[in-house]
């Protein structure tokens, strides 16, 4: 497989699964919190300082619509990872014929 | 494993952010050398299936659910250094764009899943590979009995920072046995996801494999570009 293929395929295959498979993710605490639940801890969590942000909890804010609230967060999610990590990943790579 | 603000005084997050802080800038340093035009954009691809795969949590025992931490299958992928950053950019996007962890905790989440699940992760991969037969399959499994142990190791990392640091009082054997017994089972996830997807890149572009590339000859890596 060429590797201009690969990496569109990874990427497309990343924005379906934040985009459309995000929706049916379980919404059960996850293990810290159950534990944290369980023990008492929990008690102690404050709130969230972005938990009023346009995409806090994975939904856009104001999209009614559950389906396309997660999947649309998914996808800025995907397309936000890939290019600042890409471009980071870029600006610190070993620069071709240049020294080290 | 995002930890909330709170659940940590925050002089311990304050030291763990320093220490988390110092073991990226050391990643940066050493991921010069494994980066170059053909494997960064394959790093930033690791990162963003990392993101994506981490909104799908499953669910394992009752009431509870986990999803990938993917610090072994970055490892595995795209070496020890480029997985520390690929997923630290992850958990500062995480908090940042979807308050999923808390910012004064983000040290202290870095230092676990960037720095211990990936070094951690990486050592038993390199140590099953050398006991296993030299095939590609051999990476795979590897892979993911370094996915299912690199769960624990970063859940034992909250537990120390809970026993230096806890806003709370329960005893820290509590914490520590519900959290290794937890995240245990969240490794067994971890582990199917990380071989099928190491898999998955070794059968279409094992050229792009970090840790299977090590161990063919350089003649090699050179007859294939």
């Known amino acids: 497989m060429k590797q201009k293929t690969f990496l569109i395929s990874g990427f497309i295959a990343s924005l379906f699964l934040a985009g459309v498979v995000s929706f049916y993710a379980s919404s059960n605490p996850d293990g810290l919190e159950k534990v944290a639940g369980d023990i008492g801890f929990i008690e102690t969590a404050k709130e969230n300082t972005n938990?009023?942000?346009?995409?806090?909890?994975?939904?856009?804010?104001?999209?009614?619509?559950?389906?396309?609230?997660?999947?649309a967060a998914g996808v800025i999610g995907v397309v936000a990872t890939g290019a600042i990590s890409t471009g980071l990943f870029f600006?610190?790579?070993?620069k071709p014929g240049g020294a080290k | 494993m995002h930890i909330p603000d709170g659940f940590i005084d925050l002089p311990t997050s304050g030291a763990f952010a320093l220490a988390a802080a110092a073991g990226?800038?050391?990643?940066?340093?050493?991921?010069k050398s494994s980066l170059d035009e053909k494997t960064a954009p394959l790093a930033g691809l690791t990162a963003t299936f990392i993101f994506a795969v981490q909104m799908l949590n499953f669910p394992v025992a009752a009431g509870t659910s986990g999803h990938l931490l993917g610090a072994a299958l970055a490892a595995v992928l795209i070496g020890p250094f480029a997985a520390t950053l690929a997923i630290t950019i992850v958990l500062i996007l995480q908090a940042l764009?979807?308050?999923?962890?808390?910012l004064s905790a983000l040290g202290l989440s870095i230092f676990n899943m960037s720095i211990i699940a990936v070094w951690f992760g990486y050592g038993i991969f390199l140590l099953v590979k050398?006991?296993?037969?030299?095939?590609?399959?051999?990476?795979?499994?590897?892979?993911?009995?370094?996915?299912?142990l690199s769960v624990p190791a970063a859940a034992a990392g909250f537990?120390?920072?809970y026993a230096i640091g806890a806003n709370a009082t329960f005893s820290v054997s509590a914490?520590?046995?519900?959290?290794?017994?937890?995240?245990?089972?969240?490794?067994?996830?971890?582990?199917?996801?990380?071989?099928?997807?190491?898999?998955?890149?070794l059968a279409s572009r094992s050229d792009l494999v970090y840790g299977y590339k090590n161990q063919v000859s350089q003649l090699e890596i050179r007859a294939n570009k």
């Open chain 2, 159 to 161: 537990v120390l920072q």
């Open chain 1, 51 to 71: 938990s009023d942000g346009v995409l806090a909890d994975y939904g856009v804010k104001g999209v009614e619509n559950e389906r396309l609230s997660v999947g």
């Open chain 2, 175 to 201: 914490v520590l046995a519900a959290m290794i017994g937890t995240h245990l089972l969240i490794g067994i996830g971890e582990a199917l996801i990380t071989f099928f997807a190491v898999g998955a890149v």
């Open chain 2, 130 to 148: 050398k006991i296993m037969p030299k095939k590609k399959v051999s990476i795979g499994i590897a892979a993911a009995i370094a996915a299912l």
């Open chain 2, 24 to 31: 990226v800038a050391i990643s940066i340093r050493g991921a």
């Open chain 2, 97 to 102: 764009l979807f308050a999923d962890g808390g």
């Open chain 1, 91 to 94: 600006l610190i790579r070993r």
